[in-house]
C-alpha cells in the first residue's frame, strides 16, 4: 500500500506521493482547515477588532446557521457574545497593566552609580585584584535547581580558568 500522509488540520489521510500533496496542500479545504485552526489561537483583541468591521449576518440571524460557516465575511457573533468578547478583551487589558505596575522600575542610574564606585574601590585596590561577585538574575530559580553549566565559577577558582587561559598557564 506504501507510505501514507496524515493531514492534522484536516483530520485525512492519503498516499503519500508529490502530486497528492500538493494538491491536498493547495486545496480550499485544506486552506480552510489550516485558517480555523491558527484562528483558534488569535488573541481576543485582534476577533473583537475584526468582527466590530463586520455586518451582521442575515442568514444565520435567521435560520441559526450559514453555508459560509467561518469563511463568511459577516459575523456570526450575537449581540451577547460581542460584550463577552468586550469583557474578556477588557480584562486582558487589565491583567497587563497589572502586571507592568508590578515589575519594578528600570534604574539606569542607580547601576551606574553602583559601577562607577566598584571601578572607585578596585582602582584604590589595583595591587590586590578581587574575584568578580556573581548574582543570579531575578526571577531564576534557587542554584541547587540550576544545570552545573548554569553555576558560578567557585570562590578559589581563577575567572580566567573558564576561558581556558588557566589550564594553558598549567601545561607550560
Not at 93 to 102: I, T
Not at 151 to 161: E, F, I, K, V, Y
Amino acid at each position: 500500500m506504501g507510505r501514507r500522509y496524515f493531514c492534522d488540520y484536516c483530520d485525512r489521510s492519503f498516499q503519500d506521493n508529490l502530486h497528492n500533496r500538493k494538491k491536498h496542500l493547495n486545496g480550499v479545504q485544506h486552506q480552510r482547515s489550516k485558517k480555523a485552526w491558527f484562528d483558534a489561537f488569535r488573541d481576543a483583541s485582534e476577533v473583537l477588532a475584526e468582527e466590530q468591521t463586520k455586518k451582521v449576518c442575515r442568514r444565520f440571524i435567521q435560520c441559526g446557521q450559514c453555508d459560509f460557516g467561518p469563511g463568511c465575511r459577516f459575523s456570526h457573533l450575537t449581540v451577547e457574545e460581542l460584550e463577552a468578547l468586550k469583557g474578556q478583551v477588557e480584562a486582558e487589558r487589565r491583567a497587563r497593566e497589572m502586571q507592568r505596575r508590578q515589575l519594578p522600575p528600570c534604574n539606569i542610574e542607580r547601576w551606574l552609580e553602583e559601577r562607577a564606585k566598584k571601578k572607585s574601590v578596585s582602582s584604590k585596590n589595583d595591587s590586590v585584584s578581587q574575584p568578580p561577585t556573581y548574582q543570579l538574575p531575578p526571577g531564576w530559580p534557587p542554584l541547587c535547581e540550576l544545570p552545573p553549566s548554569l553555576h558560578p565559577p567557585q570562590n578559589g577558582m581563577n575567572h580566567l580558568a573558564w576561558n581556558g587561559a588557566e589550564t594553558e598557564k598549567k601545561k607550560k
